[in-house]
């Protein structure tokens, strides 16, 4: 019997542009990020789909606030902060689902671009190729087989969520 699993993928809201005495890492989300995560918040509650029950959230700050905005969605979902997420490429999000107990049918990961997209692309690359993933957004994957094994084409972009 093949299982479904759902794959969110959600991009941190937009950071804050000042950077001249923060690294990176440290930058917070803007008052612009911080609104439009507010609007992720409601467009993905009124989405038709099971919360997630496992978060895998990068740990920095913008990540990590963009958390703090969303769970109250979600607030029975194990929550891991990884440092590993920051700024991962493709592989890095592959590892990640892999280490991912199969007991959790439905697991989000807020990161960063460029990954997320290139990772949603790679999962869904005949129905989402062409689609970005903006700051504050959100793919949502439907995946058939394997838990958290994942290969190019393994899912089918379900929804996006793009402010």
């Not at 919360?51 to 607030?75: F, H």
């Not at 994942?150 to 402010?163: I, W």
């Given at each position: 019997m093949c299982m479904t699993y759902t794959l969110y993928l959600v991009r941190h809201g937009q950071g804050a542009n000042d950077t001249t005495r923060l690294y990176d890492?440290?930058?917070p989300l803007s008052h612009k990020g911080i609104y439009k995560t507010g609007e992720l918040k409601r467009k993905l509650a009124d989405l038709p789909l099971d919360?997630?029950?496992?978060?895998?959230?990068?740990?920095?700050?913008?990540?990590?606030?963009?958390?703090?905005?969303?769970?109250?969605?979600?607030?029975n979902a194990d929550v891991?902060?990884?440092?590993?997420?920051?700024?991962?490429?493709?592989?890095?999000?592959?590892?990640?689902l892999e280490n991912i107990d199969p007991i959790f049918k439905r697991?989000?990961?807020?990161?960063?671009?460029k990954g997320?997209?290139?990772f949603m692309h790679y999962l869904s690359p005949?129905?989402?190729?062409?689609?970005?993933?903006?700051?504050?957004?959100?793919?949502?994957l439907s995946i058939t087989g394997?838990?958290?094994?994942?290969?190019?084409?393994?899912?089918?972009?379900?929804?996006?969520?793009?402010?």
């Open positions: 890492f440290q930058r919360p997630p029950e496992c978060i895998l959230c990068s740990s920095a700050l913008r990540a990590q606030q963009t958390y703090q905005l969303l769970a109250p969605l979600y607030p891991f902060i990884k440092d590993s997420l920051y700024l991962a490429p493709v592989e890095r999000l592959k590892e990640a697991v989000m990961i807020i990161g960063h671009n997320l997209e290139e005949t129905n989402g190729p062409d689609i970005p993933l903006k700051t504050a957004s959100c793919g949502v394997r838990p958290w094994l994942l290969a190019r084409g393994d899912g089918q972009l379900e929804h996006v969520v793009n402010l």
